[in-house]
């Protein structure tokens, strides 16, 4: 089936600590995105990705990176930069920049 | 003012009835707009998109008024199922050729026996 897919479905963060979310997708898009949702808010785009070997920051970058070395993949990495990274976070990829987009599953981060 | 707004309900409608919801955007130079649902919990599914012309898809209609920058949603005959929350999402074209979903903050409805 293709579908992107995120893991884990929950994740928790020690103080000080780096953390890695997963983004695959098999739908052969070229776009991809990370968004984090906070309760009571919007979606917040973090960073968004074109092209392989190529991606932009988005509303709210500071805290985290992002890699994009495969089209199939889009690493989210939460660092110990991100004060409040307590949130549900999502995956997303298009066809095209212009293209609509679909969402995974999501992963919830707790902070500990 | 935010760049997306939305009645954050929440809307309690019995089975049957018909609900608008409505959102309203800053950026003039939008250039595409989209309803997406969101159960509890998990992700934002596209439900459609709206066209200039307004587009309906079975129980659901979406209408796009640009001149006042406004998006409606209506469900007809309104189902148990239908509860979620909805999330008018509009699309902003950058100059850098990638493309930037502004999302707001959703209207929850609930529907009721």
């Known amino acids: 089936d293709g579908g992107i897919t995120q893991s884990p479905k929950y994740l928790f963060r020690k103080e000080g600590q780096n953390v890695t979310l997963s983004c695959e997708q098999n739908l052969n898009h070229d776009a991809m995105y990370w968004y984090r949702q906070d309760p009571g808010q919007g979606l917040r785009l973090i960073y968004y990705s074109q092209i392989v070997n190529d991606f932009q920051k988005g509303d709210i970058a500071e805290g985290y990176s992002v890699s994009r070395e495969k089209k199939e993949s889009f690493p989210l990495t939460v660092t110990s930069a991100q004060k409040n990274p307590t949130a549900f976070y999502l995956c997303?990829?298009?066809?095209?920049?212009?293209?609509?987009?679909?969402f995974g599953p999501g992963t919830r981060l707790l902070v500990l | 003012r935010k760049e997306v707004e939305q009645d954050p309900g929440p809307f309690n409608v019995p089975e049957g009835a018909t609900v608008a919801f409505n959102c309203t955007y800053s950026n003039s130079a939008s250039q595409s707009f989209f309803w997406y649902r969101q159960d509890c919990r998990k992700e934002p599914k596209l439900l459609m998109s709206?066209?200039?012309s307004g587009n309906e898809d079975g129980r659901f209609t979406a209408q796009l008024n640009r001149a006042s920058q406004y998006i409606s949603l209506l469900i007809r005959d309104s189902k148990l199922s239908d509860s979620a929350t909805y999330l008018c999402?509009?699309?902003?074209?950058?100059?850098?050729?990638?493309?930037?979903?502004?999302f707001g903050t959703g209207t929850q409805l609930k529907v009721e026996l």
């Open positions: 709206v066209y200039s």
């Open positions: 997303a990829s298009s066809r095209g920049a212009r293209e609509t987009q679909y």
């Open positions: 999402v509009v699309n902003i074209v950058l100059t850098g050729g990638g493309n930037k979903l502004t």
